[in-house]
Structure formats: C-alpha cells, structure tokens
C-alpha cells in the first residue's frame, strides 16, 4: 500500500505469455505491488488487437494464477489509447493507483515516463525471440497448436473457451 | 473464474463507504466474483467527483481490506463515460471479464442492463440516508468530521495522506 | 434531385408529432425534397431523449405513411451532436444530400445556417403549445394516454412496441 | 415495417457500383426491407474515400432509381466509425431502425453480428472483379472512362455533377 | 525567450475586458514574457460563449494594441476543452511554450496548476464587480451600450465588425 | 488588421526550417497578415512528429526573429486534427484570425480550401529537395549535424535546449 514501492507495467498483452509472466515476477521482486496496464483497450477483432480489455483482464488473472504470484500485490487496469503522447503518462496516472516506477523496454514508453520524472527498472529480454505475442498470433493464424507451449496452461483455456484461434482466424478470411 | 457466477457492481465511488462495502458484501454472499467498475473515471477535482479513477481504486482495496472481504474475489476497473446510453452496456462488456448479473438500483442503470440481456440483482438499500457519497462530500465542505465515520479507516486514510478534504474545500473556494 | 430545391430540417423528434408533420408538409409544398435531419442522435434512455436514433427514425417515416406523404421526396438522416457550433452546419452537410434551404424557428439554428450561406425558410408555429415533444414526454410520465392524440397512430404504434413508455417511467423511476 | 424480416447491408460506397446493386437486389428478395448503412461517413477527399457521406447517400438513391429498385423499401443511413469494433454492432443498431439480418461478406463484419446475435445473409459474389469500388477510383485516376461503365448512369451524372474525378486527380496531385 | 520567466494566463475571455488587460499588464510587470490561452475554444454562438476562438484572438490582439502592450512579449493560444481535469494541465502544456508560472484567481484552476508543480501568481482583483464579461454579455442582451466602456475600443469595433451583439440577441431570441 | 488582407499558412513543422521561412517571406510580400497553423498539434514523440505543438510555436517565434521578420504581422495558432475532411476548414477557421488567403501547395490542402471559397497563393517551391523537415529529422537520426544548416540557429539553440535530437533517437530505439 506505499505508493513508493509500487510500479506500473503496461503492454497490450494480445495475449499474455510466459515472457510476460518471467517480467511480473522480476518486477515484484523488486517492488512491493505492481499495476499491470492492459493498454489500447478499445481495441479488439483485429489481427494485432484479437481479444478485447476484458477477456484480455480474464487472462492475465488466470496467468497469474498459474505462476503462482501473490495476487494481492498485483492491480490490472485497462486504458484506452488517448492519442497524445505528451499527455498519456498523465491519462494513465489518472487512471490507476499512486506509482513511483515504470516497468518498461519499449524506448517510447521509456521516454514519455522519463519526461514525466517516473524511474524506470527496465526488465531483461527474457527469450523475446521465443516468448512474443505477434509469435503467438502468427501460430494461430497457421493453425499450429505451439502457442500453447508459450502460454501459462490457463491462458489456453480461456482462449480456447472464447474461441480465440476460430475468431482470429475468421478475421484474417481463413476458415 | 465461472462467468455464469459473476456480477458487475458500477459506481462512482466518490468515496466510497459503508454503504457501498455492505452491497459488495451482499452481492458476494450471492455470486463468486464481483466486478466494480468505477465509472466517469475521467472525472477527477470536480465538486461531485473530486478524486481520480486512481485514487478511488485504491479507497476500494483498502475498504475491501478492512472489510475483510477476500480480494481475490473481486475485480476493480475504471471505465470513462461514453454518453451513448444505447452503447454503455457494451462497452463496459468490452472492458471487464465476462459477466451474467449487474448489482444496481438506478432506474437506469437497471434499465440498460435489461435491454442488453444480463440478470439484475437488486441490493437492499444499506441505510441510505445515512451512508450516501454526496453527504460525505457535503461534511467535508462544512469542515465537519463526521465523515470519518462514514467510511472504512483505511479510506479516511488515504484521503488524509492526498489532502483530499483539501482538495475539495479549494475547489469549492473555500480555504 | 435538384439541390436547389432541397431543405433540411433538423429537430431531436423526441417524439415525431402532428406539430412536425405539419412543418413537414409546408415544407414540402415549397421545396421538391426535404432532408429530415434527426440531431442528437447518440443520445437514449434520458427523460428528454428516451428513444433511440434508429427508433426516431423508424416513427418519422411511420408518420409520413400516415399523414399520406410521399416518401420518395423526403430523405431521413441521423446525425450525432459534434459540440462545435461553429462547425455544425458544415458538420451536417457533409452527412446529407447537397441542399439550399434550412426549415428552422429555433434562433441558433437559424443564426447558424444564415452564417453558413444557406437560406431560412421559418415555418409557422403549428399549435405550439398544443404539439410539443416536451408534453407528450410529460403525459407519458403521467400515465396519462393524452399523447396519443398528438402523434400519428403508427407512431403510437411503435412506441407501443418497443414499450416506450415503460422505459420513459422506468428511467425516472415510477414503475 | 417489421423487423424481422428487416436486414443492414454496411459498406463504404466509395462509389456505389453495378455489384452493390446487385447484392441490393438479392437481398431485397430475401427480406421486405434493406437498411443501406454508409459506413466511414466523417471520412472524405483521400483517396480511398473521395466523397462524403452525403454525396454517397444521394449516389445510392440514384442507383435504387436507375436500377428501377423500389425505394420505399430501402433506408439509407450515414453512421461514423467509432474505432472500438466489440461495441460497433450496437453502436449501428442504436442508428437504424430494429433489423434481424446482416448483408455481410467481409470476415470481420460477419463476425462482429454473428457475434453480436444477428443472422447472417451472404450474397454470392457478383462480379467482384469485374464491379470494385477500389477499381473505379484506379481508372478515374488514370484518366480513364472505363469506369462509368461499372456505375449506374445517374451515379455518373452526380460524380460530374460534383466534379469528383476532378476532386481525386487533384487530392492524388495529378493536374 | 527563458521559459523560467515565463507565465500563461488561461481564461475564456467571452470578450476580453479592461480587467483582463490590468491582469496582463500586472504580469507583465513581474514576468519576461506571458501566454494568454484562450480556453474552451470549441465553443461559441452560445449566451456564456458567444465568439470562436478566432474572434477572441483577434479581440485579444486588438486590446492589447488599444493598451500599448508591447506584443512582442505575449503570445495566444486557442485551447479545446479536454474534460479531463486531472489531464488539464498538461495537456495546456503540451499546446503552449514551456512556462513556469500560471496567472489564476479560480480556485479549480489554481489546484490543477499547483498539483503540476508550476507557480502561482495570483492578481489582485481589479474592480471585479465592475468589469466582468457576464456583465457585458448581459448589457449586450439588454440592448444597453454600457458594456462599450467595459472593453478597448478596439475590441468594440470587432465586435461591431462581427455583429457580435446581433449575434448574441439572436441567440437568446430577442430581435 | 484587415481580414481581407490576411492569410494562413497550414504546416506541421516537424520543425521549421529555411524553406519555411522563405515561404513566410514570400507570403508577406503579399499579404498585410499571416497566420502560421500548426497542425496536427495532438501529435508528438514520434519519428514523424517529435515535437510538441508548444515546442514548434517557440521554435517558429524564434525563427521569425533570427529572419528579421516583423512579429506584429504574424500570428501562430497550433491546431489539432480533427479527422473530417469535408470540415476541416471551417474547424480551423473557427480558430483563428478571419482570413481570406490560404498559403499551400499540397493538393488535399489547396483543394479543401477552394472548395470552402478561400483563395490560394501557392508560394514556388525554394529549394524542397534541400529543405524539407524529413530529411532533417533523417539526418538527425542518422547523427549528422548536418541538419544544423536548414534551420535559423535559434531553432537549432531549443532543439538542442530541449534535447530533441536525444529524444528522436531514444523514440527510435537508437542509443
């Protein structure tokens, strides 16, 4: 509950995989809790944007789960885009308890928190050429079932639950 | 985690009191998992809606706290208006997990999620003269502190450590 | 299809009444086509706007089959409120067919559209204070089935069928 | 006038060709009523989507004259996008009269009304080679008539009539 | 040009009057260089807001001429609203060169800009009762020509050039 | 101080480079008046867009002096997109000075302001291949100071002043 030790995390997180879960754990060794920001959440049905915020919030929980990480030291909150660099570090404060760190990678995401005086920790690659998210929709779309390996066990249920592969692949013209 | 046994409780929570912590607990006793979704989060230092969507997400885990109430039962989400009415069911759809029943007395509200299709479970009204946002902002602005007993410790904490009554009784231009 | 001889009229029709089939037949013994624009479309389920864009379409060319004019000359087009004035002819005619003249009383509108270049035709008052979306909302709040005369009986019909009323008094909260 | 038997077809209509008017035709021997949705109306003068809504809205009627369709079953509806696609389905029902089908081929739409519970209607494929909006605005650039023979006269007529072939050499800076 | 003596001054100057330019004047006596911002600049033709942003700018520019301001050292910017107040600031930021004070009497307007970290530099009230655009827009409808004494002549003259008043009584319905 | 005889000059000045200047000078040449829009002002921190629209007025106001330019005669206005062609023109009308001429070249921009009735001056190209703002935030990216020539030293003092070339190789991912 002290601001101090908090940090926020933001991604798209189309879906969350194990690279993202290996990132929540480092930080919440580092920090006392941690808010995962479920970014561009307007977005949904498109082949870089499949599940919508709230299937995306259903997931991330799940995955948690799995990994076994104390839930009640991680916040997930959902943020639509705002289309304006210079102010959506600000948006995103607005919208999600007091931080004091960004857990980020991306240089622009790394800059705008900067700017807006927030210390980074910013994560190691953990096997980004294996754990990624266009991977895994990439895999979908073939009709491989590999993704699953790259997915916490849950994750898969409720993607299969939603019928997550059927949608992408129906958005993307193949049956 | 079983969609058919979840609810949604929206609100603006600004703050939240006993009032809001008894429905939480009566909506728990009923379904496994309950969604608040804290609405109008993009209002914030405004007479009726003085905090941020932030700030009230942290009063509502630190009531859920001192309740006692299992937080891994609950799930906490800011959604900003869309002034569609015809629209704002599906959009709050779009941004929380999936959901059967909607907790909610507002005859509109009520009404909205009916058209849409979801169950609605009406709480009783939990003293309602008594506990009720637009007094507390009221006692804040005379100076009272009866407030305090109005909400959770926790709550009447946080709004001390971000100078909330200040906040409030600056913007009424009242120092 | 002659823009020359083409007008709008733009009104909220909250809902269509006799007063407005009125303004529309003047309307169309002056000009070949009328453009009925229906504003404020994203707004429902309010006590001043309790249909939907769609519904008001759906009863204004209810009352035009019943007050026997022909629809072929007359267009319907829904048009959400875009909260620039200043912008708001250019705004509207970029959603309709090309036009020349504006059917108005209301003093912004015709201030706007003269600003805008187009010309004002200003229908009489037909039985104002008799004919008023205002009372019909009120007389449905009411219980009273007075409206019913003020409306074409296809109108009624619809609102009938979609249970108007029902959710008129259910938003206010008489059951 | 009853909806069951009512469908939407949304498209673009940059411009309405010989194969829109086709898949009109079928479809309004399918159902007693068609809702021709305008979609991307707030878009206009690029070169994917020269004219706007307005002008499209008075193409369609031509077309539905030409094609000696009867317009008193046909609406004609402009609606802007709304950038949010889990929500886009109510958002188009909220504009347009009450309706059980969907005219759709595009994957994604298909999708986004199955999901959303509306039956589908897919027309065969009329000519699609042959009749494409993309093909007209190609030919119209290269300086070639071909394309009024994809066109039903009268759209020919308002496309001069409003100097569109002029308005997208220009817009794609060919004299 | 040293963003640390500079200051913005925001306010909706609907129109600008001898107060606002005493206000100007005493910043420019304790500041190198100071930014009127030109707020809610979407609207206009309204009775609180009846001219664009443009016609502000102009009246603003016209005053300062009227008071031998040197101009060199004043810039204006028109602002769109946001309805964001947690975002406000930054946003005004993000629109205006870097600054280090903000000229403001509203208490809304002081807390947003000192929760921001910037400095306040509160004027003296300079005969508040007497000059005020309320007033002015109320003698304006009045028909009385008693708001000429409250503004530079110049800024009457634009307002004359505009028809502003016409404008305002037309709004309001009074030929 | 006559609308007849002022112009604006639409730009994105990503930032301001000599090209710019000759075309400011060539402008008032011929006009009494010149209103420089910054548009697309939302945008910022991107490869195309990595100043603000505060940074571009500062380095534009700087411009203008280090070319000897008489600030009395121009104005700057930032503007944000609002995405509607068919009404751009009377958006950014609404936020500036009343005007008469357009000062363009880009076939979409000359267009939209003849058809909204405005008069082109359409300025000779001064040396583009040599000027252009992309090729200076290219050479900026790729480490040349060779980007220093194109633009007044000025602007070269807050572009280093505010550390842009740092940001634009951060947001690249550049050291």
Redesign the interface.
Known sequence: ?DPSKRGVYPGRFQPIHWGHVKVIEWALQRLSELVIVVGS??????LSNPF????R??MI??ALEDAGID??RV????L?DI?????WV??L??????FRYAIARN??V???FREAGYEILMPPPFERERFSSTNIRKLMLMGSSEWRNMVPPSVARIIDDIKGVE?LR????RD
Do not use: D
């Open positions: 509950m959440a307007q977005e949904s049905h498109t919508t915020a709230g299937e919030i259903e929980a799940a839930k009640s916040w997930i909150v959902p639509s289309y304006m660099n210079a102010v600000r948006y404060a607005m919208n999600v308890p007091r240089p622009l790394v800059r705008l949608r129906e958005i993307a013209g």
